[in-house]
């Protein structure tokens, strides 16, 4: 991807100066949180509007016991909704400050989501093997997300495996292992506050201005860490991906 968007040649080094200038729990401006989302739609995510932290551990949408405030789009229509339109994502910021966003996966981009341990170990295992390690993610509440390529589109759509059998975003306490969010499904992307006292927030850990690799090139590291990772968590009784309801 180029460093170019827009025509803003220095739109990079403003992302990774405040990468290394931010800390996760650290507040993030207006200015730095539109300069993230539009980095984001920049390096090909498309974006949509999501859900904000209420007080206490609520949600701003107006659904009674939200079983994942703050984490979902704000539209039904998210997925013809997302853009990567720079006109259209700086409407967002600015007319909905509080707004976190979601990224729409399976259409440029997938998402390799797994244990934020089991994502530590296999990131330093892929570096050290120098695989090239696309966009990370970190969220506060436990778990790690690898941006990569999507899978593409089949010319058979019946080759497609949808995103309901592992890795809906509200499953995520019900299966610790990897999930591989595709077409159909979508991820928190960073800058974005979740609910709760301790200001806990999904933040980047590689920027966007990494290309994306191939999913296949960090799938078996990222499957022997959450393997690792379930059999020494007495806690859970699932299994590592792929795992069937």
Avoid: K
Wanted: net charge negative; aromatic share 6%.
């Amino acid at each position: 991807m180029s460093a170019e968007f827009d025509g803003r040649t220095g739109l990079w080094g403003r992302i990774s100066r405040l990468l290394r200038g931010s800390g996760p729990a650290e507040a993030v401006d207006d200015g730095d949180r539109e300069a993230l989302l539009l980095a984001a739609a920049g390096a090909g995510l498309p974006l949509a509007p999501a859900a904000y932290p209420a007080p206490g551990y609520g949600c701003s949408c107006d659904r009674v016991g939200c079983p994942t405030p703050a984490r979902h789009p704000v539209s039904f229509a998210w997925q013809s909704q997302s853009t990567t339109d720079r006109a259209q994502v700086e409407r967002w910021a600015r007319h909905q400050p509080q707004a976190n966003f979601i990224t729409a996966t399976g259409l440029t981009h997938d998402v390799l989501d797994v244990p934020v341990d089991a994502g530590q170990q296999a990131l330093e295992r892929l570096l050290g093997a120098g695989v090239e390690v696309g966009p990370v993610a970190v969220s506060d509440d436990g778990r790690m997300l690898f941006f990569t390529l999507t899978r593409g589109t089949p010319e058979d759509e019946d080759e497609w495996w949808p995103c309901e059998l592992d890795c809906r975003p509200e499953t995520m306490d019900e299966h610790p292992g990897l999930r591989w969010h595709c077409r159909g499904s979508y991820v928190l992307v960073p800058p974005a506050r979740l609910p709760g006292p301790d200001n806990h927030t999904v933040h980047w850990l590689r920027g966007p201005e990494h290309p994306l690799p191939d999913p296949l090139t960090l799938l078996e590291p990222l499957t022997d860490a959450c393997a690792h990772h379930v059999d020494r968590d007495q806690n859970h009784t699932a299994g590592a991906w792929p795992l069937r309801g």
